[in-house]
């Protein structure tokens, strides 16, 4: 409540002090005695702004203070820090003509926007067509809560919460069911597209260095045949030499540690060429060119190349992305259930 109010120079006003006393407090007196400005004045401490036609005289400044009760509750609890509110606000507000206006709020300086917050539920002014706190929407919500036990509230509030969400989902099911249904065509046709290439990790990972050896098998085992050849041809047997030169050192070896040196190298090297001949023979028959084959491995790393620029994806993540997609499309086709459910 409004305890008490100074008032210098304020319209008819030349210099009062006001104390008021709990309960009713009436002001009678005849048209123009100053019953309004004392109103108008109380207006000015709660926020409004001054009209310039108030000045008592003109070369001094208009000076208004009020002191209230405080009660908490109707205060904003940061306003009650930085104002140091304990139980009562004493609010001073200072016009000149130049347009200054100093509000202070407990002896601190202060905004008209913080004396507006701190005060919108101080006074309750009603005139002939004014009921402001009643006729204010923002307060309608506050005067229910006066009525109602603080368990209950909280109660509702708990489950008001829990159906927003639930009514959120509901209506984020319900509402795109067309695009839920792209969504699906468009999930199970990736889904069908990756499962299309049955992936295997191991051999498609192989499936360059395979192209590139068979798209070269008639080079690469042309040019083998032709190291056979030296090894073991007419010609030039560079088996039979070297079962030669073995035999002969066989011989002498015996006669000296440089000999049989020399012969358990040759001994070693004989059959090194032995094995690398059988090697030879083996690749010669893996190297045989197929052009169908080479034609299904290009269309097939083709394709894998494909699926990998379309998703953005490298050949080792596409096993992972493919068990993301069905899920998505496991969610979706669970929809219906989950609609009854949230229904529920």
Known sequence: MLRYLSVQNFSVIEDIEVEFSEGLNIFTGETGAGKTVIVNAVKLLVGEKLNKSFFRDESKPIKIQGVFSAEKDLINHL???????????????????????????????ATLKQLQMLTENFIDIHGQHEHQLLLDPKNHLSFVDMLVDEMIKNDYLESYVKFKHIDGELRRLTENLQDLEREKDFLTYQINEIESLEIDLKKDADLEDRIYALSNADKIRNALIRAQSYLTSDDVNVDQLLTSVHRELSIISKFSEELKTVYEKVDSLFYDIQDISKTIEEQIENYSFDEDELNILVDRKDRINRVCKKYDKNLDDLPSYLEELKLKLSEIDLRDEKIDNLKN
């Open 79 to 109: 306003l009650l820090e930085e104002f140091d509110i304990d139980d009562e606000v004493i609010i001073k507000r200072e016009f000149d003509l130049q347009g200054k206006n100093r509000i202070s709020i407990n002896g601190n300086v």
